[in-house]
Nanobody, 115 residues
Framework: QVQLVESGGDLVQAGGSLKLSCAASGRISAINRMGWYRRAPGKQRELVAT???????NYADSVKGRFAISTDIAKNAVYLQMNSLKLEDTAVYYC?????????WGQGTQVTVSS
């Protein structure tokens, strides 16, 4: 009922910035929470940031102070602004939308941080 498409992944040098975008379509009004997850090489997928329908945000400790999640309701989009990127931020980043107990996922976008 919800389709998600991520974009914006790129190769960036450590210390640089990058902004990821996620375009949502479908039953947008039913989304309770949106977020970003990532899967680094050899690791499990982990939560990066979430934002609820009432505007509350939550961040993984590893990205606090560096990343910011935001939404644009008019564009049915969610964004992840990433600053002060580190080598360990290298991962495939996935957009997530939660409709009550059901999670929807995008295809992922690759972020590679180099030195």
């Amino acid at each position: 009922q919800v389709q998600l498409v991520e974009s914006g992944g790129d190769l960036v040098q450590a210390g640089g910035s990058l902004k990821l975008s996620c375009a949502a379509s479908g039953r947008i009004s039913a989304i309770n929470r949106m977020g970003w997850y990532r899967r680094a090489p050899g690791k499990q997928r982990e939560l990066v940031a979430t934002i609820t329908s009432d505007g509350n945000t939550n961040y993984a400790d590893s990205v606090k102070g560096r990343f910011a999640i935001s939404t644009d309701i008019a564009k049915n989009a969610v964004y992840l602004q990433m600053n002060s990127l580190k080598l360990e931020d290298t991962a495939v980043y996935y957009c997530n939308a939660r409709l009550w107990a059901i999670d929807y996922w995008g295809q992922g976008t690759q972020v590679t941080v180099s030195s």
